[in-house]
């Protein structure tokens, strides 16, 4: 069999592969000694045409009884077909026919299975305007390639770290053909790479990966008509279980690699310059470069929304990462005759945006602004170096940002404030150490620390930005954004499921509770109380409104459901009130899940990402229920504060101990005496709160939990039943802490 020569490097890279970790590893496992819950592994396809109908198979552990499928757009219905018997490591896939009405808005949904154990955690479901087609195997040589349509898009895997995919595809001369190979933004554990070459002398076109996160993206004039391939792969070729899935399209649509200003005022019209591929009306700029390809470049005017609550949203339905998952913006695509462009985010700003003129490369040469305003500039060559000049009055107060990984950008951005007469620095940005979460959310991030700048005297004053790999590259990509502005003390909310490790979504059972997490950006020293709760609830689940304390960034949120609650699976919301500059103001919560399964005993920070949807399940009957009896209790910081704690017992056969821990207690409390263990006949007890005399005075959520091993059986008549363990937090009580 004649073996294409590009496919000869493999043998090199399965050297290398040899040394490299291999991911396969650290599949996710069925989760051992607990309650089942679905846990959803793989789609495929990994989306579907817009006014189509096609059939999805998805693949996890624990979906016995599939009962449906729930999108993040409700317009979106499925039917169940069949569902398989699981594998050895109890893997098991189901099938469902998917209608996508025309008017899907095109991008990425969260799609989850739910069943008897509840709902899963989400999967990327992509919502596209062109035809969609399946891998089929063997496509692992040239001579095996998969025949597919130009303008087309194909869902496959690589199912072993030697798996090559080959497509073909026939073209003519002078089309600009893009190739994107979406992983990483889809929730796959793909290091994707992909190639193009003609089959005319297998003249080699283009080969890219990591264009952004583990996603790979090229494009290449076609040199003449005729028939070209592509191939896709697992870079180092050490890669490759169902997990590895990938979202392949070949076409002449539009591509966005920036949009310039990517800040843009409330209400205002922007000018905005669009660089890319394929852009309608575009003509190329031979000074914007990416991957060595020429990008071209189209001026379009937008009118930005005022709208004072989408001010407060982010309407963006590509991946957004913890790191920015506190920014408020919106999407924008361009469109030609082969369909539309990926989406591009576009940020508010909270002053007057000013563009970096890119004559201010020296102190010199420094472009003049006023403050207050929002700076939108790019290192668009090696060695560059932004400089702007202003004038600032004694005691003024700035809060300086800086922006560039969070917007997209391959930037790693450095900022400094100086003194323009003299050149003394008098600030050079630092790196962001602190995290929202060390494992569970994690938000640390290459931009710099935000800086509260108080003007030490009147006078002129420079600032400088560059990146930290200024010296090595540089272009149309590498944007960013600088606000220097007085402090506007805001919040944002996200919310996910309990779990710190695991794909998750919440289910409450009758007679019991669930919590989520909620975590808080605190933005422009903000320090304030929050008020939170649910809303969208189902009959028999209530959520009593539950406090932020001043100052806290993260906090749980308990829902209760009712013994006679009826099974229901949806999404709900989660808001935040506050009071800012004497009005109160709410703020949605921003869902959010882990991608993949880490072992909780390495403390490996998780894989996560923004949702489209915040999920919750209600199911058959919990095996007890922990409550604190009390609603709102007060004390003195540095006093004791007894607490009632009451255990019920559903289940007839669940006879065993339950140990009681705090899972949110006010800062510097704890419980005396350390866990409490609930003993059969002994299902109420007394506990002690223990303030500290440091303990800042405020008002708290308390929430305990309790952790039992329960007698479980899949089969409710079965004789026998293994323990498995279970947690579950009890209800919520406020704490006020008084000032001794």
């Given at each position: ?499 710190a490790n695991s794909p998750d979504a919440c289910v409450v059972r009758q007679g019991g509770h669930q919590a989520y997490t909620v975590f808080v950006w605190r933005q422009d020293g903000f320090n304030g109380d929050i008020t939170i709760q649910a809303e969208g609830l189902p009959d028999g689940v209530t959520c009593p409104s539950q406090t932020i304390a001043a100052g806290a960034r993260q906090a749980v949120l308990v829902v ?181």
């Amino acid at each position: 069999m004649r073996r294409h020569p590009l496919a000869v490097v493999a043998l090199l890279f399965l050297l290398l592969g040899s040394l490299a970790l291999d991911e396969s590893a650290a599949q996710p496992q069925p989760a051992t000694g607990s309650l089942p819950q679905p846990r959803l592994l793989s789609v495929l396809p990994t989306g579907g045409k817009a006014g189509d109908t096609t059939e999805v198979a998805l693949s996890g552990i624990d979906m016995d009884d599939p009962q449906g499928l729930v999108f993040s757009h409700p317009g979106i219905k499925a039917e169940f077909i069949d569902i398989g018997k699981p594998d050895a490591k109890k893997t098991a896939t189901a099938r469902f026919k998917v209608t996508i009405p025309a008017d899907t808005p095109i991008g990425t949904h969260d799609i989850r299975i739910y069943n008897r154990w509840g709902a899963s955690n989400p999967r990327a479901f992509v919502v596209g305007d062109l035809p969609e087609t399946l891998e089929k195997e063997p496509n692992n040589d040239v001579e095996q390639a998969q025949r597919i349509e130009l303008n087309s898009a194909v869902s496959g895997t690589i199912g072993a770290p030697t798996d090559v995919d080959y497509y073909g595809f026939t073209g003519k001369k002078g089309q600009r053909v893009v190739v994107s190979c979406l992983a990483s933004s889809i929730d796959s554990r793909l290091h994707a790479a992909v190639q193009l070459y003609a089959v005319k002398d297998s003249a080699f076109l283009a080969f890219n990966r990591d264009y952004r996160g583990h996603d790979a993206l090229l494009d290449a004039v076609l040199p003449e008509d005729g028939d070209y391939y592509v191939r896709v792969f697992a870079f180092t070729y050490s890669q490759g279980t169902a997990e590895h899935f990938y979202r392949l399209t070949v076409s002449t649509a539009p591509w966005i690699d920036a949009v310039y200003p990517p800040v843009v005022e409330p209400g205002k019209a922007a000018k905005l310059t669009v660089y890319g591929r394929n852009l309608p009306e575009g003509k190329a700029d031979a000074s914007a470069v990416v991957d060595g390809r020429t990008l071209e470049k189209m001026t379009v005017t937008l009118n930005v929304p005022n709208d004072p609550q989408a001010l407060a949203r982010l309407a963006f339905r590509g991946p957004i990462a913890p790191q920015a998952s506190a920014l408020d913006g919106f999407e924008y695509r361009v469109r030609n005759a082969a369909g539309a462009s990926n989406p591009f985010l576009l940020t508010y700003a909270h002053a007057p945006v000013v563009l970096d003129n890119e004559a201010n490369d020296t102190a010199d040469t420094a472009q003049e602004i006023a403050l207050p305003c929002e700076i939108a500039g790019r290192i668009e060559k090696k060695r560059d170096r932004d400089w702007y000049r202003f004038t600032a009055k004694k005691g003024d107060v700035y809060g300086v940002e800086a922006f560039g990984e969070r917007l997209g950008s391959p930037l790693n951005l450095v900022f400094s404030v100086r003194d323009a007469g003299s050149g003394k620095v008098l600030y050079e940005s630092t790196d962001v150490t602190e995290t929202l979460s060390p494992v569970q959310f994690v938000t640390r991030t290459d931009d710099p620390l935000r800086y509260r700048w108080v003007v030490p005297a009147d006078g002129k004053y420079h600032l400088m930005v560059t990146s930290r790999e200024a010296f090595l590259q540089g272009g149309p990509r590498h944007i960013y954004r600088v606000r220097m502005a007085p402090e506007r003390p805001d919040f944002r909310l996200v919310v996910m499921p309990l779990s710190a490790n695991s794909p998750d979504a919440c289910v409450v059972r009758q007679g019991g509770h669930q919590a989520y997490t909620v975590f808080v950006w605190r933005q422009d020293g903000f320090n304030g109380d929050i008020t939170i709760q649910a809303e969208g609830l189902p009959d028999g689940v209530t959520c009593p409104s539950q406090t932020i304390a001043a100052g806290a960034r993260q906090a749980v949120l308990v829902v209760a459901a009712a013994t006679d609650a009826p099974d229901w699976t949806g999404s709900i919301r989660v808001t935040g009130a506050a009071t800012l500059d004497g009005e109160k103001v709410v703020r949605e919560a921003r869902p959010a899940s882990i991608t993949w399964l880490q072992p909780p005993q390495l403390n490996t920070p998780a894989v996560c990402r923004l949702d489209y949807s915040l999920a919750l399940a209600v199911r058959e009957q919990a095996p007890f229920a922990l409550t604190i009896m009390a609603e709102k209790m007060e004390i003195k910081a540095g006093e004791k504060l007894p607490l009632t704690v009451k255990l019920d017992r559903h289940w007839a056969d669940f006879k065993g101990n339950v140990q009681v821990t705090a899972l949110s207690l006010p800062p510097n409390t704890n419980l005396a005496g350390g866990p409490i263990t609930l003993a059969p006949g002994k299902d109420e007890t007394k506990v002690t709160l223990d303030t500290k005399p440091n303990t800042l005075p405020g008002t708290y959520t308390v929430v305990l939990r309790g952790q039992a091993s329960i007698p479980f059986a899949r089969d409710p008549s079965a004789k026998t039943k293994a323990n498995v363990t279970m947690t579950q937090p009890s209800g919520a009580i406020t704490v006020t802490v008084l000032a001794k």
